[in-house]
């Protein structure tokens, strides 16, 4: 179904993992495509090359979320291309997990910008940019729920960016934009299971009810419906998309 048909959405950090899912699936629900990237450049043309194969529409545009003149240049590119931005979603995001007393300052200062500065430097710009009754789709996490060393900088990362959605949702509700947060539990992605041993990801896939990892499709699935006229009246809420592990 084209529920999105003639939307414009632009996607961050949408070059691989659920990000490169949510393009491919709001594609495949009528919608134009925006593939923000830091610096993948191969990834993200791969993402609209699989887009434009199954005929839909994308392009892809460098920008780190990180830095204000560049999320204003992502803005004014993709308006450029497409006229108009519908939806924003900001699924750019890293995790660094250490031990608090471990984290450094660049941990720390990293983590923040990139999870906390891009999301509040998109939202910014889509304060006056983003078209009247658009959608804006923020990631969280369903870490935030559950108390797991190693995880504290991350989950204050999300926890902000809970709090960004909340407050952001009455200021621009007035022009009709919705304004929501999903939160994934352990998803088989490369952020997630890099690094980590087999015994660990196991144990994390037992914590929801299915016995096994979310995969990037089943994250997608939530976005696009959260993207769509269906779910304007709901906004300044975060959606745990975490086959019920917490």
Do not use: C
Request: hydrophobic content about 45%.
């Amino acid at each position: 179904m084209n529920t999105l048909s003639e939307k414009v959405v632009l996607v961050t950090g949408a070059s691989r993992g659920i990000g490169a899912a949510i393009a491919k699936r709001l594609a495949e629900a009528g919608a134009k495509v925006i593939v923000n990237y830091a610096g993948s450049v191969e990834a993200s043309e791969q993402v609209v090359n699989a887009i434009k194969q199954t005929g839909g529409d994308a392009i892809a545009i460098q920008a780190d979320v990180s830095k204000a003149v560049e999320v204003e240049r992502l803005f004014d590119d993709a308006i450029s291309h497409f006229g108009r931005i519908d939806v924003l979603v900001n699924n750019a995001g890293i995790m660094i997990t250490k031990l608090l007393k471990d984290t450094t300052d660049e941990d720390f200062t990293r983590q923040f910008d990139i999870n906390v500065r891009g999301t509040f430097n998109t939202m910014r710009q889509a304060a006056t940019r983003l078209a009247d009754k658009g959608s804006i789709i923020n990631f969280s996490t369903s870490v935030n729920r559950i108390m797991l060393p190693t995880y504290s900088t991350y989950v204050a990362t999300k926890a902000a960016v809970e709090q960004l959605t909340r407050v952001f949702a009455k200021e621009v509700g007035t022009r009709g934009i919705n304004v929501n947060s999903v939160s994934p539990g352990p998803t088989n992605t490369e952020l997630f299971t890099k690094g980590k041993p087999q015994e660990v990801i196991d144990r994390s896939a037992s914590l929801s009810a299915f016995n096994r990892l979310g995969e990037p499709d089943d994250i997608a699935k939530v976005v696009v419906f959260l993207a769509s006229d269906e779910a304007k009246w709901i906004s300044a809420q975060n959606i745990g998309a975490n086959g019920a592990m917490a």
